[in-house]
């Protein structure tokens, strides 16, 4: 009678193909290059996820669940400056951590458009709360600004794949914190 087999790992093997798609890209990663990183055979990922495109979706959905979640936990700070300054903060940090890929597969898959759109359309909503609140002037475009905080937070991504540390990501932040809109009253403040 054979050994019994050894047992599979699910979570593990789903983190470790996120992990190489988020290394080399949808396109780049082959399924040898994924069974090598999940330490299964390719019967075995297709049995146990379908084929390569069904396992990028799930890989990716749990890293972008995450992504909401840490974007949710700064948009429920007081004002929307600090929400926005925490999501470049924590930009910063994910995007440099030695733990994992440098970057962000979420903003730098091409596949992951509609996911892209989602964030955008909660810091929005973040941002609308913010004109509401007077964090941000009455007549501040939420619209432009949420595109403008995406592309920010993309190059950000772009920064740290190219080698940029902690310290450089924060700069950027820091620059894209000055271009956010003052309130009414500290423009009114400002001028007198």
């Not at 926005?84 to 994910?94: L, S, Y």
């Not at 989602?118 to 501040?140: I, N, S, Y």
């Not at 939420?142 to 902690?166: E, I, K, N, P, W």
Request: aromatic letters at 6%; hydrophobic letters at 40%; proline letters at 5%.
């Amino acid at each position: 009678m054979a050994g019994r087999p050894r047992s599979f790992d699910r979570d593990a093997a789903l983190g470790a193909a996120l992990e190489q798609f988020w290394r080399a890209g949808y396109e780049e990663t082959s399924v040898a290059m994924l069974t090598s990183a999940m330490g299964v055979t390719p019967p075995s990922l297709y049995a146990a996820f379908g084929d390569k495109r069904r396992l990028f979706e799930e890989a990716s959905a749990v890293y972008f669940q995450r992504t909401c979640e840490a974007v949710d936990r700064a948009a429920a700070l007081p004002n929307a400056r600090e929400a926005i300054a925490q999501v470049f903060d924590d930009t910063a940090h994910a995007h440099t951590d030695p733990a994992t890929p440098a970057g962000c597969l979420l903003l730098t898959e091409p596949r992951l458009e509609t996911q892209r759109e989602v964030l955008r359309r909660r810091l929005k909503d973040r941002l609308d709360q913010g004109v509401r609140d007077h964090d941000l002037a009455a007549t501040t475009n939420t619209d432009h600004l949420a595109s403008f905080l995406v592309a920010v937070l993309r190059g950000m991504s772009g920064c740290a794949r190219d080698g940029g540390s902690t310290d450089d990501l924060l700069g950027i932040a820091e620059t894209a914190m000055a271009a956010l809109p003052a309130p009414a009253h500290d423009r009114l403040a400002g001028s007198s």
